[in-house]
């Protein structure tokens, strides 16, 4: 290989990475399929019959206190069968903290976000999806995600067969960032009369 050129390659490399200070911090972060941009507003919902099984956001201060947010989805057990109605569930507004489940029982099968500059915060609502008249059990929350404020957030439900109902937040009006503690549920694989949670 001709050394001119190895020369010209690594001085180019070392120019880029010069210019680049944060290069190591963020490298990864751009390829995460991220489905808004900071201050965006967004709309995010699986496929019918799948239901949110993850969700990772990455936090800028610079960028208004925002996060980019990423979700993934994957179909329900064959036993739980089709949806048979979903809904956007109630809004919880920015910049105070909230619990949100879905109402009749139903799984997280999509979330939307609405940014508001006057408070550096985002009001958030659930899409639902109800399976026949199955009912929820062995109910748990996950710890804080993100652990500490302004860290990037990744939720991956931990065991199959839990499904995402809802969350519980928690704003800091100081360092205005809200951590999630994601409500997880399995479901019965019986048809059932009554509401539990």
Known sequence: MNPALVVLALSLLATVAAQSPDHH????HHDMGWINGYRQG?????PHGEV???ARSYYSEQDGSDRWW????????EGLGEPS???WDDINRAGIEWTSTCTRNGLVAGIQSKYFES???REWQFYC???KRRCPYSCMKTSDIPAYYREEGELVIPSYGYFIRGAQT???GVLRDRQWKYILCRMTDFDCDFENF
């Open 25 to 28: 911090n963020h490298h990864d």
């Open 42 to 46: 967004f709309n995010f919902q699986c």
């Open 52 to 54: 949110m099984v993850a």
């Open 70 to 77: 990423s979700f993934e989805c994957q179909p329900t057990p």
């Open 85 to 87: 109605d979903c809904w």
């Open 119 to 121: 408070v550096l915060d």
């Open 129 to 131: 999806c109800y399976y």
């Open 170 to 172: 928690t704003f800091s």
